[in-house]
T-cell receptor, first 113, second 113 residues
Framework: NAGVTQTPKFRVLKTGQSMTLLCAQD?????MYWYRQDPGMGLRLIHY???????AKGEVPDGYNVSRLKKQNFLLGLESAAPSQTSVYFC????????????FGNGTRLTVT | AQSVTQLGSHVSVSEGALVLLRCNYSSSVPPYLFWYVQYPNQGLQLLLK??????LVKGINGFEAEFKKSETSFHLTKPSAHMSDAAEYFCAVSVSRNEKLTFGTGTRLTIIP
């Protein structure tokens, strides 16, 4: 069982470069999420999607864009990376049911120099 | 607005001792409450969740949490710590059907041999 798969696992970018983080889930989940994790700040929601073709802003959306063209995939884009975007990024997915747990990927560690 | 506070960013206990990790929440409506665990270089995994009607919730690996509405708390306990319990623990609260969780800042648990 693959669950939630994130690629790449590590990436180093220079300021101003762009990249796309990929998230794929094989559990037929409706909901998908992108979080960032920073020391002492827990996880903060960047963007989320409640279904194919829909996206919405979370707590810290600035500097990021997302797309959900297929139900199983959720892409997070950085158009012009900044050092403040150095973080560990987690994708998660869940069923649209009350109390349905989130299933997380293993994260992407991004460093922007 | 909902929020969650975890008291103590680092907790150390001896192997075999009681584990107590504290979580307090604020919510204007009955919340859904969760504890997640994160092992090094991994994503978060669900430990347990609060379902209305049951104040004592049992989770995996011998952990349990008690929902106390009067104290707005959902503390996590385990009677006897094991070395494998060393990890970071996150409390999370949600008041919405689409599971937009708000995470606490996490507590890193260290087990002393």
């Amino acid at each position: 069982n693959a669950g939630v798969t994130q690629t790449p696992k590590f990436r180093v970018l220079k300021t101003g470069q762009s990249m796309t983080l990929l998230c794929a889930q094989d559990m037929n989940h409706e909901y998908m999420y992108w979080y960032r994790q920073d020391p002492g700040m827990g996880l903060r929601l960047i963007h989320y999607s409640v279904g194919e073709g829909t996206t919405a802003k979370g707590e810290v959306p600035d500097g990021y864009n997302v797309s959900r063209l297929k139900k199983q995939n959720f892409l997070l884009g950085l158009e012009s990376a900044a050092p403040s975007q150095t973080s560990v990024y987690f994708c998660a997915s869940s069923y649209p049911i009350r109390n349905s747990p989130l299933h997380f990927g293993n994260g992407t560690r991004l460093t922007v120099t | 607005a909902q929020s969650v506070t975890q008291l103590g960013s680092h907790v150390s206990v001896s192997e075999g001792a009681l584990v107590l990790l504290r979580c307090n929440y604020s919510s204007s409506v009955p919340p859904y409450l969760f504890w997640y665990v994160q092992y090094p270089n991994q994503g978060l995994q669900l430990l347990l969740k609060y379902t209305t009607g049951a104040t004592l919730v049992k989770g995996i690996n011998g952990f349990e949490a008690e929902f106390k509405k009067s104290e707005t708390s959902f503390h996590l306990t385990k009677p006897s710590a094991h070395m494998s319990d060393a990890a970071e623990y996150f409390c999370a609260v949600s008041v919405s059907r689409n599971e937009k969780l708000t995470f606490g800042t996490g507590t890193r648990l260290t087990i002393i041999p």
